[in-house]
């Protein structure tokens, strides 16, 4: 089948880096803003809404491409608000392919209007289920599974921590902290990760996105991430040689670092349209995706924040291929990577490759 942005949504799709605050439709923005009396919106109409926020998230800037979740954690303060916006989720990521995904978000930020830590995981979940449903009622499968957030700044991790462990048996899979990097260390926040670790619980990292080498050296050897959020820097790490070389890796150097994440196969959550937008790299054709695939690193293509990129789980697939000449079996290979990295049971693991994405890109590869 040819690759091309119709054939690449029939294929099934594995995420583990998306935001939920960050894939909001416009519409709903508008709505909930409506709602719940916010009123300090950029625009006031649907596609000039969702030009602004990509707009505003192509600044280069990680820290300015943070500020533009203002507008959408504003509207996702009540239950009815977050119910919606989760379902809503699920159903998007259903509609483009997208069998199991991760979604994280930040509970801390949603209780402006008087809900407890529980009371908003709680309802995100139940949204999550509606939206699951919902997607069978169309004849679609998905899974989502909940990643709890903590924000590197404040200082409550802890106490998310502790949260994700009540709600892992319904619907939480896993841990992570997010935020700028620069000035806010993931060794910060150790005893969280100390917590997860006794309690044999998942936990990813945002590092090696706007900060460099040592970030992800931190997440890995103080903190001990299961996975590495965006990761990119570890090319920090790497040197090639002007003219290649001969062997596995074609004149490539890894430092003990890239070395020690390549060997333990811990997976890099890449989010190519999202990395250039914060200024992680440079351009879409200078994204080190390609290189660490080639020198195989576990490599996963993901979302980030879908509304601020104005992307989706098959436009970042196709920007792929378009850049780096992938085919169909590179997709596969990139799509069990993440499979095989989600915080869920390996049995389940296994079952949604071997019975969903395997058959599914067989068709498509013929």
């Known amino acids: 089948m040819p690759l091309d942005l119709a054939s690449i949504r029939q294929a099934p799709k594995a995420l583990l880096h998306d935001h939920l605050d960050g894939g909001l439709r416009p519409s709903t923005v508008l709505e909930l803003a409506d709602a719940c009396g916010y009123d300090k919106l950029p625009a006031h109409g649907a596609a000039e809404l969702a030009r602004w926020f990509r707009d505003a998230a192509d600044s280069g800037s990680l820290e300015r491409y943070l500020e533009t979740f203002a507008h959408t954690v504003a509207v996702m303060q009540t239950p009815e608000g977050l119910r919606r916006v989760a379902r809503e989720c699920a159903e998007d990521l259903a509609a483009d392919g997208v069998v199991y995904a991760e979604v994280r978000f930040a509970p801390e930020q949603h209780l402006e209007r008087g809900l407890t830590l529980d009371q908003v995981v709680e309802h995100t979940l139940a949204g999550f289920r509606e939206g699951e449903a919902a997607a ?4 679609r499968v998905i899974e989502v599974g909940c990643l709890i957030t ?10 998310i921590a502790e949260l994700a462990l009540r ?3 319904v619907g939480v899979v896993g841990f992570d902290i997010a935020g700028a990097e620069a000035g806010f260390p993931p060794s910060r926040h150790l005893d969280a990760f100390e917590l997860m670790r006794a309690k044999n619980a998942h936990f990813t990292i945002h590092a090696g996105e706007a900060f460099g080498l040592p970030s992800i050296h931190e997440a890995i050897a ?3 991430a299961d996975r590495l959020g965006h990761g990119v820097r570890i090319t920090d790490d790497i040197i090639m040689s002007d003219g290649g070389g001969a062997g ?5 150097r890894l430092g003990r670092v890239a070395n020690y994440v390549r060997d333990k196969r811990i997976p890099l959550e890449l989010c ?11 351009s879409l054709d200078k994204h080190p995706f390609d290189l660490l695939a080639r020198l195989r690193f576990r490599v996963t293509v993901n979302t980030d924040n879908r509304l601020m990129s104005d ?6 697939m196709l920007k792929l291929v378009h850049t780096f000449d992938y085919g169909w079996s590179d997709l596969e290979r990139f799509t069990i990577n993440a499979m095989k990295s989600a915080f869920i049971p390996f049995p389940e693991r296994l079952r949604i490759i071997d019975d969903i994405i395997k058959p599914g890109y067989a068709v498509l590869i013929g």
């Open 248 to 252: 596995a890796d074609g004149g490539a």
């Open 311 to 316: 992307t989706t789980m098959s436009n970042e």
């Open 167 to 169: 709600f892992r048996d």
């Open 150 to 159: 903590a924000m590197r700044h404040a200082a409550r991790s802890r106490e």
């Open 136 to 139: 069978a009622d169309a004849g």
């Open 222 to 224: 103080f903190c001990g």
């Open 272 to 282: 190519p349209s999202s990395n250039v937008q914060t200024g992680a790299v440079p």
